[in-house]
């Protein structure tokens, strides 16, 4: 026994002299993240709204003592006429807090987990948890005009362990087994280019539906590398890259968390979901909690209550649809992000930072947080991608709050006057309103406007240090997109109402217009793609370079309505979740219009179409 305490104190030593940091006492609770689609973040913001905490982190996940302290905070705060928590709203702080507190070690057959510590001197040594948990969304789409009807399924198994090494190390391990049936239609042919290049010859990709089952932009990718059908052998010839048939694949997510200086400082090293520079949930142009996760390296240090900085380095995961090999080879990146924040009191927030995509090589200067990443490259030469950021957000607790974002990829300054009529001019903005409704238990409504202009988060390959073929450095993570879930091209309207009466029980509405260029078909619209790439020659001159948002060739408008909720039983370890809608979907094409370059797509392919779907999508969760 006392070889095995030796060992782990040997255990904690190291990762001490790893992060340099020294050792301080803090609350013995565990510094794993919060998963991001959990309850409480929306809770969190609506305090955070009504004046009832100080300013909340934009960087995402929190940890679990960093929930539990704003939640105390929240309890703690002086009542007023505005900022009042109600007895039921009181309750449901009170039973979520319970959540993430340490519990007796021991079997807890209710929650599927089973607990356990080491003491030694009557002080905690090691502590953690051992559970298993389900998760299955399942979906089924009408489709009216078709009298077609479609079944989808995203359910997962998942094993887990996670604890604590000492009051300032935490761990987590998940490993998880997928069921997944997502079928698509293939639309056609996207050209990568316009046309009228002299420097590029024209390249073409498939573009494929959003998944039939699920309302679109809904459905994400859940799975690391490849899947296999369940009617094939599971041998490497037979892998897929997309579950259109039932397919089984792994997932696995992974962290350690370091916290120090009475939890000042946080360093965490894993493989989780994240997102930064939110202004409400989902909302984030610069990192979406939509992306795909990957390994990085998290610095997030807050030393006043109203000036933070973070950083994160990763490496980013290759897009598998053409094969193991072969997309890998020209992508081979790198993601380094800072963010600094600023607050004034509840009442105004700015954020603001940079980020990059980079060919993997040593670059400490990505790396250091404290050289901004867009300077850092006039230091070293203009290979990578880079973008600057900047968030506003205005409050009055107890009321709402506005805000505006601004995410630009490129621009160039000799034709700024013409920001919104040249493909040169990549950027996205977003802005928003979300008004507390009173006297209905944490109620808001929330009303947001976002634009995604052509080419944003797309790059032109080029040849970077270290690699002698043209290297892809567009802003994606495994095919999927760092920033907005919305592809280039783009805007959406967004009305949201959400309450939450209960701890167990929420509901909301919802109405979206989504607008996009079609990446496909005879007026396929340059621009309106990740695949896409900008045309280096004559930027200035030529027509195929110029833009004009749903005049420039055919676009798809949808019209999503929905209503869901959850609700988690008392009695049984379960939860059931879901929503249910319609969704109208239409093009809208220009008379007389001529795509630049001649169409070739396949036999058949490239019409437009409309339709008018009938969504129910059914989840449950168990032990989670």
């Given at each position: 026994?006392?070889?095995?305490?030796?060992?782990?104190?040997?255990?904690?030593?190291?990762?001490?002299?790893?992060?340099?940091?020294?050792?301080?006492?803090?609350?013995?609770?565990?510094?794993?993240?919060?998963?991001?689609?959990?309850?409480?973040?929306?809770?969190?913001?609506?305090?955070?709204?009504?004046?009832?905490?100080?300013?909340?982190?934009?960087?995402?996940?929190?940890?679990?003592?960093?929930?539990?302290?704003?939640?105390?905070?929240?309890?703690?705060?002086?009542?007023?006429?505005?900022?009042?928590?109600?007895?039921?709203?009181?309750?449901?702080?009170?039973?979520?807090?319970?959540?993430?507190?340490?519990?007796?070690?021991?079997?807890?057959?209710?929650?599927?987990?089973?607990?356990?510590?080491?003491?030694?001197?009557?002080?905690?040594?090691?502590?953690?948890?051992?559970?298993?948990?389900?998760?299955?969304?399942?979906?089924?789409?009408?489709?009216?005009?078709?009298?077609?009807?479609?079944?989808?399924?995203?359910?997962?198994?998942?094993?887990?362990?996670?604890?604590?090494?000492?009051?300032?190390?935490?761990?987590?391990?998940?490993?998880?087994?997928?069921?997944?049936?997502?079928?698509?239609?293939?639309?056609?042919?996207?050209?990568?280019?316009?046309?009228?290049?002299?420097?590029?010859?024209?390249?073409?990709?498939?573009?494929?539906?959003?998944?039939?089952?699920?309302?679109?932009?809904?459905?994400?990718?859940?799975?690391?590398?490849?899947?296999?059908?369940?009617?094939?052998?599971?041998?490497?010839?037979?892998?897929?890259s997309w579950p259109g048939a039932l397919s089984v694949a792994p997932r696995m997510l992974a962290e350690m968390a370091f916290a120090a200086f009475d939890d000042t400082l946080l360093i965490r090293i894993g493989r989780v979901q994240r997102e930064w520079g939110a202004m409400t949930k989902g909302s984030s142009l610069i990192f979406n909690a939509s992306a795909r996760p990957f390994v990085g390296f998290e610095f997030i240090l807050n030393p006043i209550s109203w000036f933070s900085i973070s950083s994160i380095t990763g490496v980013l995961e290759f897009d598998n649809a053409n094969g193991i090999s072969e997309p890998a080879l020209t992508f081979q990146n790198a993601f380094s992000l800072t963010q600094f924040e600023f607050n004034f009191k509840n009442y105004i927030h700015v954020s603001m930072g940079s980020s990059a995509i980079w060919a993997k090589r040593l670059e400490l200067g990505y790396i250091f947080p404290l050289i901004d990443n867009f300077f850092y490259q006039n230091f070293i030469g203009?290979?990578?991608?880079?973008?600057?950021?900047?968030?506003?957000?205005?409050?009055?607790?107890?009321?709402?709050?506005?805000?505006?974002?601004?995410?630009?990829?490129?621009?160039?300054?000799?034709?700024?006057?013409?920001?919104?009529?040249?493909?040169?001019?990549?950027?996205?903005?977003?802005?928003?309103?979300?008004?507390?409704?009173?006297?209905?238990?944490?109620?808001?409504?929330?009303?947001?406007?976002?634009?995604?202009?052509?080419?944003?988060?797309?790059?032109?390959?080029?040849?970077?240090?270290?690699?002698?073929?043209?290297?892809?450095?567009?802003?994606?993570?495994?095919?999927?997109?760092?920033?907005?879930?919305?592809?280039?091209?783009?805007?959406?309207?967004?009305?949201?109402?959400?309450?939450?009466?209960?701890?167990?029980?929420?509901?909301?509405?919802?109405?979206?217009?989504?607008?996009?260029?079609?990446?496909?078909?005879?007026?396929?619209?340059?621009?309106?793609?990740?695949?896409?790439?900008?045309?280096?020659?004559?930027?200035?001159?030529?027509?195929?370079?110029?833009?004009?948002?749903?005049?420039?060739?055919?676009?798809?408008?949808?019209?999503?309505?929905?209503?869901?909720?959850?609700?988690?039983?008392?009695?049984?370890?379960?939860?059931?979740?879901?929503?249910?809608?319609?969704?109208?979907?239409?093009?809208?094409?220009?008379?007389?219009?001529?795509?630049?370059?001649?169409?070739?797509?396949?036999?058949?392919?490239?019409?437009?179409?409309?339709?008018?779907?009938?969504?129910?999508?059914?989840?449950?969760?168990?032990?989670?």
């Open positions: 026994m006392l070889n095995f305490i030796y060992r782990i104190k040997k255990i904690q030593v190291v990762f001490s002299l790893l992060f340099f940091i020294v050792i301080f006492s803090v609350s013995a609770q565990t510094h794993v993240s919060v998963p991001l689609d959990h309850r409480v973040y929306y809770l969190l913001e609506m305090a955070e709204t009504r004046g009832l905490c100080p300013p909340l982190p934009a960087v995402k996940p929190y940890t679990r003592a960093k929930v539990i302290e704003i939640i105390n905070e929240i309890l703690s705060t002086q009542q007023s006429v505005f900022r009042g928590l109600s007895g039921s709203e009181r309750r449901i702080l009170e039973e979520i807090k319970s959540e993430f507190e340490i519990k007796e070690a021991g079997a807890d057959l209710w929650n599927g987990i089973y607990r356990f510590n080491f003491l030694r001197n009557d002080s905690l040594l090691f502590s953690g948890e051992a559970g298993a948990g389900l998760e299955s969304v399942n979906s089924v789409a009408h489709y009216r005009d078709e009298g077609e009807r479609y079944i989808g399924t995203d359910t997962w198994g998942t094993l887990y362990f996670n604890g604590d090494i000492g009051r300032n190390f935490s761990f987590f391990v998940g490993i998880s087994a997928g069921l997944l049936s997502a079928e698509r239609n293939l639309l056609g042919d996207y050209y990568l280019y316009a046309s009228e290049s002299t420097v590029f010859t024209d390249e073409t990709v498939d573009i494929y539906s959003q998944p039939l089952a699920f309302f679109p932009y809904t459905y994400q990718k859940g799975w690391d590398g490849f899947m296999f059908d369940v009617k094939k052998d599971m041998t490497a010839g037979s892998m897929e203009d290979f990578d991608n880079m973008a600057i950021f900047m968030n506003f957000k205005g409050q009055y607790p107890g009321l709402g709050k506005i805000w505006f974002s601004f995410f630009m990829d490129e621009v160039e300054l000799s034709s700024i006057k013409r920001v919104f009529d040249r493909d040169q001019h990549m950027f996205a903005y977003q802005a928003g309103l979300q008004v507390i409704i009173p006297l209905l238990p944490f109620a808001s409504f929330t009303a947001s406007y976002t634009k995604i202009e052509p080419y944003n988060y797309t790059h032109l390959r080029v040849k970077t240090p270290w690699y002698d073929i043209e290297m892809e450095q567009a802003y994606v993570n495994n095919g999927v997109s760092l920033g907005h879930y919305l592809p280039p091209n783009s805007d959406e309207i967004k009305l949201r109402f959400e309450i939450h009466p209960m701890a167990r029980f929420s509901g909301f509405f919802q109405y979206q217009l989504i607008r996009h260029g079609a990446d496909f078909g005879p007026q396929q619209v340059d621009g309106s793609s990740l695949y896409s790439e900008l045309d280096p020659d004559g930027r200035g001159s030529k027509a195929s370079l110029k833009k004009s948002f749903l005049n420039d060739g055919a676009y798809q408008w949808m019209h999503i309505i929905k209503a869901g909720g959850f609700f988690k039983f008392n009695n049984l370890p379960l939860t059931i979740f879901g929503e249910a809608g319609i969704v109208n979907t239409y093009f809208t094409e220009i008379d007389q219009y001529t795509y630049i370059n001649t169409y070739k797509g396949r036999s058949g392919s490239g019409s437009y179409f409309k339709y008018t779907a009938l969504i129910l999508t059914i989840g449950i969760r168990i032990f989670l």
